[in-house]
């Protein structure tokens, strides 16, 4: 034999002898098989998780939605309530200012018929003065 030939069955023979065959553990899979497995599921296990996280920040974005409608709801509410009040406070306070305008404006009727009773005892007492000095 050529001493390439020998070369060639002596290189095989030592390939068989340090393990360079397929090695297969438990499910018949080579190193290179399982390594690729566990980066599958490593991928996979990623995937799910994001999902899940993606699905949770859903559901999260939802409820704060839903508690910003119902905070809404609720300043509405209690908006309409605070303007009824106001406006019951303006009907009140409109109220008292007919019933002070009613009294101010008696008050003001009673002054001026005293204050025309006084000018008319006035008048009179300047005319009998008259009288009496022209009668003289």
């Not at 409608?69 to 009140?92: C, G, P, S, W």
């Amino acid at each position: 034999m050529k001493a390439t030939t020998i070369s060639s069955i002596m290189l095989a023979v030592a390939v068989l002898v340090t393990g360079c065959h397929k090695a297969q553990d438990k499910n018949g899979m080579g190193p290179a098989q399982s390594a690729g497995k566990t980066i599958d599921d490593a991928g996979a296990k990623a995937a799910a998780e994001s999902k899940e996280a993606a699905a949770n920040a859903n559901a999260a974005a939802q409820q704060a939605g839903a508690n910003a409608k119902e905070a809404a709801h609720e300043a509405n509410e209690n908006a309409k309530v605070a303007v009824d009040k106001a406006n019951d406070k303006m009907h009140q306070a409109g109220a008292e200012v007919r019933q002070d305008t009613h009294e101010a404006a008696q008050n003001v009727k009673e002054g001026a018929k005293d204050a025309t009773a006084a000018t008319g005892r006035g008048l009179e007492r300047a005319g009998e003065k008259m009288q009496n000095a022209a009668g003289k």
